[in-house]
């Protein structure tokens, strides 16, 4: 006796679980794998998951084997030269030759396989917020509330007819047909018995006059059945819209980067993480979700990525160099009615003498005001200069939006980078 | 000739056609008197697939990240595409579940259901070692039972207290098997039923052994034999625990490892219940793929002689069934050992040929055999042997000489390997015995055995591991013997014997200077 089962459309991913306590036990492994990937990856490319290795033999589950050595025979197909007797140099170092590979088949192998695995987008994006050591970020925090989406909110009675709920209004319509047409109904059955039951008096007893009294009081009512509206102005339902408020789908983050030659590439794979940071939490806020990499040293320019992270240069710094260009970038192609705008600035804290003042005005005059949010990080183990101080003037007028810090060593980033967006969220 | 009038032509399939396949082949399956279980045949998803592979092809089992690595595994070779997953997964439960991947062309679809639902089955069936050890009708219920135990052990005492036990337990699962002793056979039922009183029982016994109330000295006890109405364990009477040695670790610290919680026990045992469930199986690898083959082989044909396939579907399957029976030469890069498939299709084959057109060589070697009734032979071959004794009774010349099988003698006192056989007439049976010895379960894995449990003094334990040939246990010894370690709670100590009882290597954990720190 056989039966076929159709299988298919049963749960999938039996083996998640598995799976899940596989990436739990190698955490630290995989974490040092995203950690690295983090680095290597370029910020918008956040789209694949990883591909991460493991070493064989730390996932090995050892079981008693039997190692090298001692006496073994091993019997083997596709013998061609050899006779009985033979003897054969031993091939050296394992593996070839007749080797059945009862021996070598260890969790001790040097130079064996790595355990290579490719985690989803989810568990890579898990993984980085993990390595951090918080799982999820507050997604409120920096919600705008300027643009509003209509969304559907129940049924009204006013609204303009392309919003008509037919079935609603249908059923409506049904109800009061059936209220209106009921006591008349009633009427006219009362009537027609009445009439029936005269009728068929004997002729000599009826009641002529009765008669078409009734015929006539029929003929209203059923003209008032039929004038019963099939659907009246009254029974029409709307689909009832309410605007709610969104956050605008649109962002841009404004990467501005000090790439004096004080900036070590250390201090550029920091910074790098942060970017990274901020940028994938307002892609989970946002739709779309734009890029400006500013760098300046003495003078500001607008770069890609590439050139962002990895050229160094040399010389003395001005950073309202950057911020003028930030401030032009803005006017020029993202009006802040239509975009949400963020800066991040990363800086060694470092800057020309008199040049933290004009930062200063740069923000409280044109920037902060249009923008959504503004961080600084310092990333120095030293103490803070001229620009630190200006910038708390700053921090002090806006505590909503401006917010700064100081980051020594990479381990800070993300508790930084937590307190930063936490601020707004206690709001 | 037949006129040909395929049941379908093309790669499609559909239900229907499944359906009709499926009867032609339980028709012909009968004639050849093959008896199975019913079949459960289901149609999966390749994500389906690449789970039933992770998990063993057991359709339910706990779970444990070993599992999860597995299926990382599988799904890295299969999206590289190193890996096909369509040939079989079936399960010897009954009724028999075979999966068919809906990826799979028509001619799979058929090739699998002849080769599993009518091969492996009878196989499950038939073969001694599964009717002795496995009991088909009730392994799906106990894997049940095992995975509401381990997530309930979960629940109460954390997912890693359990990933950490099932480790060890894996560790030893190999040495968790009765080779001589029937078991009782498993079912859900019974487990559940059984369960709470077993772990009192259990403990109360493992109590009793480790009382900590000395026994009475020595020299008050009179012989031996006297006391031993109320001491059965003779742990007055002095001399070793255990009195004989044990080969089933994994038993052994069920019943006797003194500090494991009662649940501990309970899944010692359900990795212990498992392991045994398995052990047919990786006995008779060569003989279970080799008659799937020879039938999904035998069957394929009679439905092509009949005109039910087309050319078509008949030229695919050749060319399936060549690639799953090759063997490649030990100097082929593709090489990877002796493929079970190709050794066991071909000396079934073998059997078969040498009823119905037998040599003067057959009839030296094989006089029962020779010239009687071939499906007979093959039956009778099928039901009473493992791959060792199979070997050992059925390898024919013919087939070493069209292996071109030799072997070589890796002597690591010696300063050259030697081929000592060839396929040749002085070649022939030192092949085969060697060959035969190649699948003895015995000699692949090393023999280790529990001596002896210090109930009186330090705890400790000590097995045994007997040398064969010389050859020394490898370096997974120390994290095995670790995760012993573990499950016992005291010393462990691991010594190899030579042949002739000389120890000549002593392994332990902790190792000895972690023990002095302790």
């Given at each position: 006796m056989t039966y076929f089962i159709d299988r298919r459309a049963n749960a999938k991913n039996k083996s998640a679980v598995n799976r899940q306590r596989f990436l739990d036990r190698y955490r630290a492994h995989i974490k040092r794998s995203v950690e690295e990937a983090v680095n290597r990856r370029s910020i918008t490319d956040m789209e694949r998951g990883e591909k991460v290795s493991i070493p064989t033999r730390d996932i090995s589950e050892p079981v008693f084997q039997h190692g090298p050595g001692g006496k073994r025979t091993i019997v083997s197909p596709g013998n061609k030269e050899f006779i009985e007797g033979d003897r054969l140099r031993r091939p050296g170092g394992g593996g070839g030759g007749g080797g059945s590979g009862e021996g070598n088949a260890s969790n001790q192998g040097e130079g064996m396989d790595e355990f290579a695995f490719t985690l989803t987008r989810e568990e890579f994006l898990d993984f980085v917020f993990d390595g951090l050591e918080l799982?999820?970020?507050?997604?409120?925090?920096?919600?705008?509330?300027d643009e509003v989406r209509p969304v559907r909110a129940g049924v009204t009675r006013d609204g303009v007819p392309a919003r008509i709920n037919i079935v609603r209004s249908m059923r409506e319509a049904y109800a009061r047909r059936i209220a209106m047409r009921a006591p008349i109904r009633r009427a006219l059955r009362e009537a027609m018995e009445a009439l029936e039951e005269e009728e068929c008096k004997d002729p000599v007893l009826r009641n002529p006059s009765r008669i078409a009294e009734l015929k006539a009081e029929i003929e209203r009512l059923e003209k008032r059945l039929e004038a019963?509206?099939?659907?009246?102005?009254?029974d029409l339902r709307y689909n009832n819209l309410i605007n709610q408020p969104q956050p605008s789908s649109k962002a841009v983050m404004f990467c501005v980067m000090d790439v004096s030659g004080s900036m070590t590439q250390a201090h550029k794979d920091i910074a790098k993480r942060f970017f990274l940071l901020l940028y994938l939490f307002l892609e989970r806020n946002y739709e779309k979700v734009e890029l400006v990499f500013v760098r300046h040293h003495t003078a500001a320019k607008e770069v890609d990525e590439e050139e962002f992270f990895y050229s160094r240069e040399t010389g003395g710094t001005i950073v309202s160099s950057a911020l003028t260009l930030v401030d032009e970038i803005i006017t020029r192609r993202y009006p802040p009615t239509q975009w949400n705008l963020y800066v991040a600035q990363a800086s060694?804290?470092?800057?020309?003498?008199?040049?933290s003042v004009n930062c200063r005005e740069r923000l409280m005059k044109s920037l902060m005001p249009r923008l959504q949010y503004y961080t600084y990080v310092e990333i120095t183990p030293h103490a803070h200069q001229a620009l630190w101080e200006e910038y708390e003037t700053v921090a002090a007028e806006y505590p909503d939006r401006f917010a700064m810090r100081q980051i020594v060593e990479a381990g800070d980033i993300y508790p930084v980078f937590r307190e930063l967006f936490k601020r707004r969220a206690a709001n | 000739m037949t006129r040909r009038k395929p049941i379908a032509t093309g790669s499609d399939w559909n239900f229907e056609i499944l359906e009709a396949y499926e009867h032609e082949l339980a028709r012909l399956a009968d004639e050849y008197r093959l008896d199975t279980y019913p079949n459960q045949i289901e149609i999966i998803t390749t994500e389906q697939m690449m789970d039933a592979y992770a998990s063993v092809g057991m359709p339910v089992g706990y779970h444990h990240w070993s599992f999860g690595k597995q299926f990382l595994a599988v799904e890295q070779a299969y999206r590289r595409g190193q890996m096909g997953l369509a040939y079989e997964l079936v399960i010897n439960s009954d009724p028999c579940i075979a999966y068919l991947m809906e990826e799979n062309t028509l001619m799979m679809q058929v090739l699998v259901m002849a080769h599993a639902c009518y091969g492996h089955n009878s196989f499950f069936k038939g073969n001694y070692l599964f009717r002795t050890w496995t009991d088909a009708s009730s392994i799906v219920d106990y894997l049940v039972f095992a995975r509401r135990y381990v997530a309930e052990c979960e629940e109460r005492h954390g997912v890693t207290a359990v990933e950490q036990l099932l480790d060890a337990c894996h560790a030893l699962q190999n040495y968790g098997v009765d080779r001589y002793k029937r078991p009782s056979p498993i079912s859900a039922d019974e487990e559940m039923r059984r369960q709470a009183e077993r772990e009192e029982y259990l403990q109360a016994q493992v109590n009793t052994l480790w009382r900590t109330i000395p026994g009475r000295p020595q020299s008050d006890t009179l012989a031996g034999s006297a006391d031993s109405e109320d001491d059965p364990l003779g742990l007055r009477a002095g001399g070793r625990y255990p009195p004989e040695p044990q080969e089933n670790l994994l038993y052994f610290l069920e019943k006797n490892a003194p500090l494991l919680a009662p649940w501990q026990r309970e899944i010692v045992r359900i990795v212990r219940k498992l392991a045994q469930y398995f052990y047919p199986q990786r006995q008779t690898q060569v003989m279970n793929e080799g008659w799937a083959s020879f039938w999904h082989y035998t069957l394929m044909n009679r439905l092509y002689d009949e005109g039910l396939v087309d050319e078509g579907l008949m030229l695919e399957f050749l060319q399936s069934h060549t690639a799953v029976v090759s063997q490649p030469g030990f100097?082929?890069?593709?090489?990877?050992?002796?493929n079970p498939y190709a050794l066991g299709f071909a000396m079934f084959s073998d059997i078969k040929r040498m009823c119905e057109n037998p040599t003067d060589e057959d009839r030296e070697w094989f006089p029962d055999t020779a010239g009687s009734d071939w499906l007979e032979a093959v039956h009778f071959a099928m039901r009473n042997f493992k791959d060792e004794s199979f070997i050992q009774q059925f390898l024919s010349p013919k087939v070493i000489r069209d292996l071109k099988l030799f072997s070589i003698v890796d002597d690591d006192q010696e300063e050259m390997l030697e081929v000592t056989a060839i396929h040749d007439e002085r070649g022939y049976r030192r092949i085969r015995e060697s060959l035969a010895q190649q699948y003895a379960l015995s000699l692949r894995e090393p023999n280790i055995q529990v001596y002896e449990a210090n109930i009186r003094g330090n705890r400790s334990l000590t097995l045994h591991h007997v040398q064969d040939s010389r050859r020394p246990m490898g370096r997974s010894v120390y994290p095995v013997i670790r995760h012993l370690h573990q499950l016992w709670g005291f010393p462990v100590r691991l010594e190899s014997l030579s042949e002739e009882g000389a120890v000549v290597r002593r392994y332990q954990w902790p190792l000895p200077d972690e023990e002095a720190k302790e």
């Open positions: 799982p999820h970020l507050e997604r409120k925090a920096l919600k705008d509330l019963v509206p099939f659907i009246d102005t009254y060694d804290g470092d800057n020309w003498d008199d040049d | 100097d082929s890069p593709f090489y990877n050992g002796i």
